[in-house]
C-alpha cells in the first residue's frame, strides 16, 4: 500500500503537548515565534503577489502568543517593503511577555499601531490583505465584546483575511464557533492541521489550508498522536497506472454499472459517464428492462443491457471479463435491490463500488464481512442510516465509521465537505478538496464512476478513492471557475474531468 499520509491532523492539545516536550529539550519560544512569522509573511506575499492586491496589510493583534507571531510576521514583511499597520485589541500589561517584545521589535522596525481598548466606531482598510493574529487554537467558548466587533468588520470589510494557525473564534479540537469567527480566505497551520478544521463550522471559516513551519523538529511531529492525515498530494500523480501506446480498451480497464429505474436514469447515465470521462476503456450499464426506452438517448459510447432482478446470470458472466463493477445510482429502494445486492456480494469476483440506493440496499442486508474489495460512498445521512444512528457527535460519527470499515473490511468515502476516507487498520485520510458548488443533484454519482474506473484499471480500494476524491474536487472548482458556485451543475464536473487530470497530474 503506497504512503498517502501527508501531515498528522491533531487537537489542539495533543499539538500544545508536543510544544511542550520539545520545550523541555531546549526549544526556544521566541525563536519558535520568530520563525513562524517569517512562514506567515511568506504565505501573506505569495497570496498579495497571485492575487493582485494591494501590497498593505493589516493585523489584527490579539494578547497571546497569536498576537506574537502577528507581530513577528508584520516585522518580515515590513523588510519585503510592504506597508504593514496593526490594530491591537488589549493594552500592554494584559498581554504575554511574547506578545509584548514582538510588539516592540514591530514599533522598532517601523510598523504603526493603533491599539483599541474598547468598543468604538472602527474602519477598516479599503485595500489590501488583514492577517488574523487575534486568537489561538487554545481558545473555547463565545467570542464577546471587542474581539466581536473587530472579527464582524473584518468579516464584512470584503478584503481577504490571512488567519495564523487558526481563524479566530473557531475550536481548535471541534470546529464549533460560539458567535462569530473569522472567514479566512487562507490559514497557514503552524505545525500540524488542527481536528477542529475539518468538523462542524470550522471547514467554513479556514479557506485554503497551507503549512507553516514554525521550526518544530519532525521527531515531536512524527510523534503526535494523530486522529488522520491530510492526503499527501505529491503522493497522487503515481498512482494512475502510465499511459501505454499498446493499450486497448479493456486494459484501460472495463467497468460494469447495475443502476437506474424509472425516471432515474440520470444517475446511471451520469455516473457510467463520469467513469469513462476518468480512462475506463468500455463501460456496460446494466439496468431493469423497464427503462429500455429511456436510455434511448444515451451516450452512444455506452453499452446498455437490461436485466432482470431474478436473474443474475448476465451480469455474473460479464463480470468474468471485467475490472469493476459500480452498484446502485437511481435504483431506488425496491426490496428487489437489497435482495440483488446480496447475491452479488455473495458471488462477484471483481472489485465494487456502492453507493445511492444501493447504499439503502446495504443497510438492510447486514452484509458481514465483504469478501471482495468494496467501496462504499455515503453522505452524512447515508452513513448514519448504515451505521444504525441518529443523534450522534461528529467525533463519534468517525470513530463508528472506522469501526465499520473495520468490521467489513471495505473503504468508506464519506461524502462531504471534507471528505474522509476510512479503511481497514488504518488512520483516515482527509481530502480538503472541491468547490461549494459541488453540493447538487448528480454529484456523488460522478465520484462513483470516477471510483469505478480506477478500480477497473487495478488499483486499491483506498487509492482508487483518494485519487478519485481528488480528481473530482479538481473537477469541481473547474467546473465552478467556468460556471460559478452557484450556477454549477454535476454534469460540468464530468466535463471537467479531463482537465482535471491535466492539473492534477501533469
Known amino acids: 500500500m503506497r504512503n498517502l499520509e501527508g501531515d498528522r491532523i491533531v487537537t489542539a492539545s495533543e499539538m500544545s503537548r508536543i510544544e511542550g516536550l520539545s520545550f523541555a529539550e531546549g526549544q526556544q519560544a521566541d525563536l519558535f515565534m520568530q520563525k513562524a512569522g517569517k512562514a506567515v509573511a511568506w504565505q501573506v506575499q505569495q497570496y498579495i503577489e497571485q492575487n493582485g492586491c494591494a501590497r498593505e496589510v493589516l493585523l489584527l493583534v490579539g494578547k497571546g502568543n497569536n498576537g506574537g507571531d502577528a507581530y513577528a510576521a508584520g516585522v518580515a514583511l515590513l523588510g519585503t517593503g510592504i506597508s504593514v499597520s496593526a490594530y491591537h485589541l488589549f493594552s500592554l500589561d494584559l498581554c504575554g511577555p511574547l506578545c509584548v517584545e514582538r510588539c516592540q521589535a ?31 487554537t487554545g ?38 464557533v460560539g458567535t462569530v469567527a473569522i472567514e479566512a480566505a487562507l490559514t497557514v497551520y503552524l505545525g500540524l492541521p488542527k481536528l477542529g478544521f475539518f468538523l462542524r463550522q470550522g471547514y467554513d471559516h479556514v479557506g485554503v489550508l497551507v503549512h507553516g513551519d514554525f521550526g518544530l ?15 499527501r498530494s505529491e503522493a497522487l500523480p503515481a498512482l494512475l497506472p502510465p499511459v501505454k501506446r499498446t493499450q486497448h480498451k479493456y486494459s484501460r480497464g472495463y467497468c460494469l454499472a447495475v443502476a437506474g ?49 431474478d436473474d443474475t446470470h448476465p451480469i455474473l458472466r460479464e463480470a468474468k471479463r471485467a475490472g469493476s463493477l459500480f452498484f446502485g445510482p437511481g435504483m431506488g429502494k425496491e426490496p428487489e435491490v437489497a435482495k440483488l445486492l446480496k447475491k452479488l456480494l455473495h458471488e462477484l469476483e471483481v472489485p465494487m463500488v456502492i453507493d445511492a440506493d444501493g447504499l439503502d440496499a446495504l443497510a438492510k442486508i447486514s452484509p458481514g464481512r465483504i469478501r471482495i474489495p468494496c467501496v462504499v460512498t ?23 465509521t472506522q469501526k465499520y470499515a473495520d468490521l467489513h473490511d471495505v473503504t468508506v468515502v464519506y461524502k462531504g465537505a471534507p471528505t474522509w476516507i476510512f479503511h481497514p487498520g488504518t488512520l483516515p485520510l ?34 482508487a478513492a483518494t485519487l478519485a476524491v481528488a480528481i473530482h474536487g479538481a473537477a469541481g472548482q473547474i467546473a465552478a471557475r467556468k460556471h460559478s458556485s452557484q450556477g454549477m451543475i454535476a454534469t460540468d464536473i464530468i466535463e471537467a474531468l479531463p482537465h482535471a487530470y491535466q492539473t492534477l497530474l501533469v
Request: glycine content about 14%; aromatic content about 6%; hydrophobic content about 45%.
Open 106 to 136: 514591530f514599533q522598532e522596525a517601523g510598523g504603526g499601531i493603533h491599539f483599541l481598548h474598547q468598543e468604538q466606531p472602527l474602519m477598516m482598510p479599503t485595500r489590501g490583505v488583514i492577517v488574523d493574529g487575534l486568537l489561538g
Open 139 to 176: 481558545f473555547r467558548g463565545q467570542v464577546e465584546g471587542l474581539l466581536a466587533q473587530v472579527i464582524a468588520a473584518a468579516n464584512q470589510s470584503g478584503l481577504p483575511i490571512i488567519a495564523i494557525d487558526i481563524p479566530s473564534g473557531v475550536n481548535g479540537d471541534t470546529g464549533e
Open 217 to 231: 523538529p519532525p521527531k515531536f511531529s512524527e510523534d503526535a498522536r494523530a486522529d488522520g492525515y491530510l492526503v
Open 261 to 309: 429505474s424509472p425516471g432515474m436514469t440520470g444517475a446511471a447515465l451520469m455516473s457510467c459517464l463520469s467513469a469513462m470521462r476518468a480512462g475506463a476503456g468500455i463501460v456496460r450499464l446494466f439496468h431493469p428492462l423497464s427503462i429500455y426506452e429511456e436510455l434511448v438517448a444515451a451516450p452512444w459510447v455506452l453499452i446498455r443491457e437490461p436485466f432482470d432482478f
Open 378 to 400: 455515503p453522505h452524512q445521512g447515508e452513513l448514519k442510516k448504515m451505521l444504525g444512528v441518529h443523534e450522534i457527535k461528529e467525533e463519534e460519527l468517525l470513530s463508528q
Open 430 to 463: 482527509v481530502l480538503p478538496v472541491g468547490d461549494p458548488g459541488m453540493a447538487t443533484a448528480g454529484s456523488g454519482d460522478v465520484l462513483t464512476g470516477v471510483i469505478a474506473a480506477f478500480l477497473a484499471k487495478g488499483m486499491s480500494p483506498r487509492e
